[in-house]
């Protein structure tokens, strides 16, 4: 496993009190349980964004929804919705406004005059899985809350399971395809410069882009930005969001 994994898995350990597992054994649990069919670069991406919102995977507040055509999409549980929300030091309270058809969700932010407001209607949301069956008002509620605090606070690359189903529904592809004509010395390309580009991306976009340009040309750098430009540039896409996104919490 990758110095770069085990760093991050490091960082979840530190956050939730748990320095003294061993980061090895940590990511074997991971993969094992709530980041199950993870590839390796779909495992870095879960594990920046976990650290990235501060969600703890052990309790579902972040995990890997397996899509229908391969890949996987990170989830987000509606307990680590309320925890990224929470935890934004600006959120001044959160109002709902609900009745048969609809509910309206109101986030104050203390740096603004005036509330956001999203209404979600349960025409337009209602699924077919039992959750909205047994309990449609509440996860009405629940996609009402993702919703305004999208608009409030800017979070993406983010879903909940009911738009991980959604999009699983429409076929779109989570990750790229890789063609099995693999060039000659590619492994060796591969060990060479994945570790240094995944840094790269971590540091942003420009870091990325960088990086790229410096990477030896040829079929082996074509192959290997078709594999992995996917899950490098979401990391990098998450390292540029503003730090005024990422918010520090007391360990439950």
Known sequence: MSNIVLSQVSKIASAFNMQDVDPAELANTLVNTVFKKATNDEFLSLLIVANQYKLNPFTKEIYAFPAKGGGITPVVGIDGWARIINDNPVCDGIQFEQDDESCTCKIFRKDRNHPTVVTEYLSECQGNSEPWKKYPKRMLRHKALIQCARVAF???????????RRIDDCHIPTVQTVSSDVPQGYEAYEQQHLDNMRALAMEGTEALQTGYAEL????????????????????????????GQVYEHSPA
């Open 216 to 243: 030896p040309q040829g079929d082996c750098k074509k192959y290997f930005w078709t594999k992995h430009s996917a899950s490098l540039k979401e990391a990098a896409q998450h390292a540029d969001q503003p730090q």
């Open 154 to 164: 800017g979070f993406s690359g983010i879903y909940d399971e009911d738009e991980a």
